[in-house]
């Protein structure tokens, strides 16, 4: 079972989604943007980081790179793909995923620590998560706030798409301000109708260890590998 | 002849003896492009006229060191086959005319200098100092330069994972911005800045414009109204640029392509090739009409002198010019053979086919150097010498605590540090706020380092060599109490003018502690940074001596943060219960006077302190400790407190007075924290050392309260941490 | 011929815009009696065509490539021919 | 009366451009035969003025106000009555 991680130009948690996909035992490796075939590989994950600058708008100029067309190949066979932070914004500019993320309202970038509520256990992401789990996982973009028209959040949340929001910390107060960019119900994460791509924009693969203050990200990766294991290859 | 020389000695501002000097060294006039190849190598940016006779007194080898000054970045050695390079660099000139872009440029020129060396950069650090807080003037830098430097580490993908900030009136003219960057090596792709005979010397990244004309000449003149018209076009950063051009280099190195990097910063091609050549031992033949440019009609000047950003240096190894070619296509970078080397020691520039400059390589890199007498402003030594036994004391001591906390110079830097992604790489695992240093683990290893980079502007104003002492004693403390060795450090100087007596004096005073410093700790510097004339029409700012030390534990498990973390602990102080008014930030607060010398400084006794401190966190018993620094020991308690929400509950007993016990400063104190079992151990083991202790207390509930021979004092937790957490929050929501 | 090219990109009515919420702050501060600011994007640049209609044509389709349709438009605000 | 204002804000000639170049060069990737892209901010807001002259007056002054003297310039593109 091979995992690609995708490499725009400007990507810079590439290496840190690697090291998190082999933590758990996958088959991880780097592809080029330039590259015109993903033959071979079950999965694919789009890093965050800032691809081309992020310039003009995150995302924006990535969903140009070749590699796009393959990533949409996989995608469409049912494969797993995941964008985490600007992956996200990639799949969204592309059309993978619906609506698109807008600069946070605080109009900065954000690094620091959010909860997410699991909202979905069905997925290839998230089955090593209990239903309603309150996940500790960074973030750190300045164009998070997740935006769609009505009629399409509408759709979201009766197909069950959206698979992570931003919650209250447990045990605490609560408030507006678990929401760190302003996103529209909280989302945090969303599925395709298919429920093979997802986006997200915590980090997850910065979460998979204790040194590194928390593991709560490790779910995610131990749900793919389970879920590329079963997968024909 | 004559009658040509003055205007072109105005318009390029070299003084006369140093035209004469030229003149003796070429054997003739130089023409108008070789004359400013000397303006800008022999600035004291580049040329360290006035502080290279002083720096030749800090010690600079040591064990660990594989790299010490002189290169891109010093290098130390940290085991199983890993190295790491660091360094230090300001950027005040250009931030305080741009401070998103100015910012932006120091820590892509920080990262490149880094690259040089064959480094994977792992880490950022800044050191910032501006006017006082309430000032608009500083809210716009304050928000402009952290804007730029979150602009270009977050893009790159650097963690920024510590720093500093200080607020000081004598700033208000000549803000700070100093950028430090650590990467990491194996040994043995160690580079250098070096060329061999007969090589071509390619330009990789970004095409040349007329970006900072004359910016390193211009690094070195103070800033008044008058030049405010000789403004070099702004440079502008380009973090995606950057991280290809980062990318390719490391590669490049990696697969063996290349014998020498050299970075492109201050004085573009003219430094970086000139320098390049000299440290070979050798010539340099550059072909300008191969310069990838950005703009028509370029000249030569232009040419040389231009500051683009994002440009490396590499010298391919024999055969592997193609190659290099191909990687660089790969990242769609320019990669061009703009020079090549030459046995006659000379630097030789040709455009159009014609040789427009040529001047012997040495006379560019051996600039004259100054000595010169110091003299010490009596106003300092007046205000240092001022009693302070009569001053009265406060009304509420319990007030002064939520006021002290929430001082520009005290309060939480959460606001400007959640601006910066400090976690991309996966290995920060002491987050900013959470301990003294900054811990990054090494992957495939149980190792770390941690680095932290300190310089109290107070001490330093009021005295320059106690204060740089301070300062290494302080960034070296910060790194034992997470418990890390400290290896080496870069130092960052920031002085005023060298050429009045008392700008001669504090940089001389500063060199002589900081040398007398690091002896004692046995602490080498590895690299830095020299950056003077920072002054305005009014004021010249405090020796600014901004020291980055780098420190390695040798399993990263054991470690400890500042938070109080398990109610129970008991509260341990090495050091003496009372501190000093002198120069604290208290004295300034309730009393509105920065007077008073600082503590004094012991290093033998700073030197066992941090040994011992370090000791209980590798054998596992303690997990949490805080040096006590500016704002004393009831800061340092409140500060304890915040990261969890544990209150504590402690006795002082010293008889001094209540001020000076409780927000008196001084040095060698650390406070830590050990659960019952581990208490008599440590303790025995401090006793052993022959250090003073006290068991102050213990950890628990949600208030602070410090008990005091005749008094009580408590407060909420929350109430002190949302003092703390508002000032800077409201510059930067 | 040689063309310039100037787009306009921005968002859509009735998409939050905290950058243009931010400006309009600053400006009432400064005492200017604004209101509703939006910030776009501009971008300038020369194209070669052979004439006015195929450059517009061209300019439409970098608006296409560019904007984003769920939150933004694009506006071809001027095509002028270079000499 | 209420004016509709648009104001350009573009980095000065000779400076850096980064987004602008990034922006080429995908661009051209895709096929388009474009250069000297420059990327810039347009600004649309609303303003009370007792006529045309004092609104481009306004509008000058928010210039003045918006671009950094150091890097950028303005220019006024539009000035319209609303009715
Ligand atoms: N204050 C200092 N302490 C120690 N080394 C210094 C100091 N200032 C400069 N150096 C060293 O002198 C050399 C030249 O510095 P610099 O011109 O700033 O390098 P670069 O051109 O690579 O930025 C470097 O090796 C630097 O580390
Ligand atoms: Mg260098």
New binding site residues.
């Given amino acids: 079972m091979r995992v690609a991680v995708v490499q725009f130009p400007g990507s810079n948690c590439d290496q840190d989604a690697l090291w998190a996909l082999r933590l758990v035992g996958l088959r991880a490796e780097l592809v080029w943007h330039t590259e015109g075939s993903l033959e071979g590989f079950q999965a694919a994950v789009l890093p965050g980081g800032f691809s081309y600058g992020d310039y003009l708008r995150a995302g924006a100029l990535a969903k140009f790179s070749p590699v796009m067309q393959e990533v949409r190949r996989l995608a469409l066979r049912g494969y797993p793909v995941v964008g985490i932070c600007n992956g996200f914004q990639v799949l969204t500019e592309a059309g993978l995923l619906p609506g698109a993320l807008l600069a946070n309202t605080n109009l900065h970038f954000t690094c620091k620590e959010v909860y997410l509520r699991v909202e979905r256990t069905d997925l290839p992401f998230t089955s090593a998560y209990a239903q309603g789990q309150v996940l500790r996982l960074p973030i750190a973009h300045a164009e998070g706030r997740y935006y769609a028209d009505e009629e399409t959040l509408e759709r979201l949340e009766q197909n069950r798409q959206v698979v992570f929001r931003y919650a209250p910390a447990p045990h605490a107060a609560g408030g507006p301000d678990h929401n760190p960019n302003g996103s529209l119900h909280d989302i945090a994460g969303i599925v395709n109708e298919g429920g093979n791509v997802l986006g997200m924009m915590p980090h997850p693969e910065r979460a998979v260890e204790e040194v590194l203050g928390g593991t709560d990200g490790l779910g995610l990766f131990w749900s793919l590998k389970a879920a590329l294991e079963v997968l024909p290859a | 002849m004559q009658e040509t020389l003055p205007p072109l000695l105005q318009e390029t501002g070299i003084p006369l003896h140093e035209y004469q000097e030229i003149v003796r060294l070429l054997g003739r006039e130089p023409n108008r492009l070789e004359l400013y190849l000397f303006k800008v190598m022999w600035s004291e ?2 040329a ?1 006229k006035n ?1 290279r006779p002083l ?1 030749g007194l ?1 010690p ?1 080898d040591g064990p660990a060191v594989l790299q ?7 290098v130390v050695d940290i085991g199983e086959g890993w190295a790491v390079a660091f ?1 230090i ?1 300001s950027h005040n000139h250009p931030s305080a005319v741009e401070p998103v872009q100015g910012a932006a440029t120091g820590v892509g ?2 990262i490149r ?1 880094i690259v ?1 060396m064959g480094a994977r950069p792992i880490a950022l650090l800044n050191s910032l100092r501006f006017g006082e807080l309430s000032s608009p003037r500083t809210r716009y830098l304050l928000r402009g330069v952290v804007g730029g430097i979150a602009h270009y580490g977050n893009a790159i993908g650097v963690p920024t994972v510590g720093g500093e900030v200080y607020f000081h009136p004598a700033y208000q003219e000549n803000p700070l911005v100093n950028a430090m960057c650590v990467g990491l090596l194996r040994v043995e792709e160690l580079k250098r ?1 070096r060329a061999s005979l007969g090589r071509p010397v390619y330009y990789v990244g970004s095409k040349t414009g007329r970006d900072g004309i004359g910016g390193a000449a211009f690094a070195s003149e103070e800033l008044s109204e008058e030049n405010e018209s000789k403004r070099p076009s702004v440079q502008v950063g380009d973090p995606f640029m950057g991280k290809l051009t980062l990318e390719a280099t490391l590669e490049a190195i990696r697969q063996g392509l290349v014998e020498g990097v ?2 492109m ?3 573009g091609l003219t ?2 090739l000139s ?1 390049m050549a000299h440290k070979s031992g050798l010539g340099l033949e550059l072909n300008l009409d191969r310069v990838p440019r950005r703009e028509p009609g370029m000249t030569p000047l232009e040419l040389m002198l231009s500051e683009s950003q994002e440009r490396m240096v590499l010298v391919p190894r024999p055969g592997k010019e193609k190659d290099l070619e191909a990687l660089a296509a790969r990242y769609g970078l320019d990669a061009v053979p703009v020079a090549h080397t030459v046995a006659e020691p000379v630097f030789r520039v040709v455009a159009g086919g014609e040789v427009v400059a040529e001047v012997p390589i040495r006379a560019l890199a051996e600039a004259p150097t100054y000595v010169r007498e110091g003299r010490e402003d009596p106003a300092i030594a007046r205000a240092r010498a001022r009693d302070l036994s009569d001053l009265p004391l406060p009304q509420d001591l319990e007030g002064v605590l939520p006021r002290l906390l929430a001082t520009p110079n005290l309060c939480s830097r959460s606001p400007i540090f959640e601006r910066y992604d400090h976690q991309v790489g996966t290995n920060t695992v002491l987050l900013p706020g959470r301990g003294d240093a900054a811990i990054l683990r090494i992957k495939g290893t149980r190792r770390a380092i941690a680095v932290k980079v300190d310089a109290n502007p107070r001490y330093c104003r009021l005295a320059p060599r106690l204060g740089a002492m301070h300062a290494l004693a302080e960034a070296a403390r910060n790194v034992s109490v997470v418990g890390a060795r400290p290896l080496a450090y ?4 920031n002085l005023g003018n060298p050429e009045t007596p008392e700008g001669y004096f504090e940089l001389s005073e500063t ?1 002589q502690g900081l040398a007398e410093a690091s002896r004692a700790l046995g602490l080498p ?6 950056s003077l004339y920072n002054e305005g029409p009014s004021h010249r700012i405090p020796p600014t ?1 901004m020291v980055g030390v780098l420190g390695l534990l040798e399993e990263v498990e054991r470690r400890a943060e500042l938070g109080f973390r398990k109610e129970g602990e008991f509260v341990v102080l090495i050091g003496p219960e009372g501190g000093y008014l002198g120069a604290s930030e208290y004295l300034w607060l309730e009393h509105g006077l920065e007077a008073g010398s600082p503590p004094p400084l012991e290093l033998a006794l700073e030197a066992r302190v941090q040994a011992a401190i370090r000791e209980l966190i590798r054998r596992g018993w303690v997990q949490t400790a805080h040096d006590v620094a500016e704002g004393g020991l009831a800061v340092a308690l409140a500060e304890m407190c915040f990261s969890y929400g544990l209150g504590a509950t402690v006795e002082l007993r010293s008889q001094v007075r209540p001020d000076a016990l409780l927000f008196g400063e001084a040095p060698s104190r650390v406070l830590f924290t050990v659960d019952q079992t581990h208490l008599h151990p440590a303790t025995k083991h401090l006793e052993e050392a022959g250090l003073p202790y006290r068991i102050l207390g213990q950890v628990g509930g949600d208030r602070l309260t410090i008990l005091l021979p005749k008094a009580r004092l408590e407060w909420g937790v929350g109430d002190l941490r949302r003092a703390w957490e508002a000032p800077l929050r409201e510059v930067l929501p | 011929m040689r063309y310039h090219l100037t787009l306009l990109i921005e968002l859509k009515d009735g998409i939050l815009d905290p950058q243009g919420r931010a400006v309009e702050g600053v400006l009432q501060g400064l005492g200017f009696r604004v209101e509703g600011v939006r910030v776009g994007r501009v971008l300038e640049m020369e194209v070669e065509a052979r004439d006015e209609a195929e450059a517009r044509a061209v300019a439409q389709r970098i608006g296409q490539a560019l904007a984003n349709p769920v939150m933004e438009v694009f506006v071809v605000e001027a095509v002028k021919e270079l000499v």
């Avoid at chain 2, 010490?68 to 010093?74: D, H, K, R, T």
């Avoid at chain 2, 870069?490 to 100087?493: H, K, M, P, R, V």
């Fill in positions: 940016h580049c360290y502080s720096l800090l600079k010490g000054p002189g290169e891109n970045a010093g360094k660099e020129g920080i200098d040089a800045s050299q970075d910063g201050a004085a430094s970086s320098e870069t130092d960052g100087l060199l510097v590895v690299s830095g940074n020299v001596p």
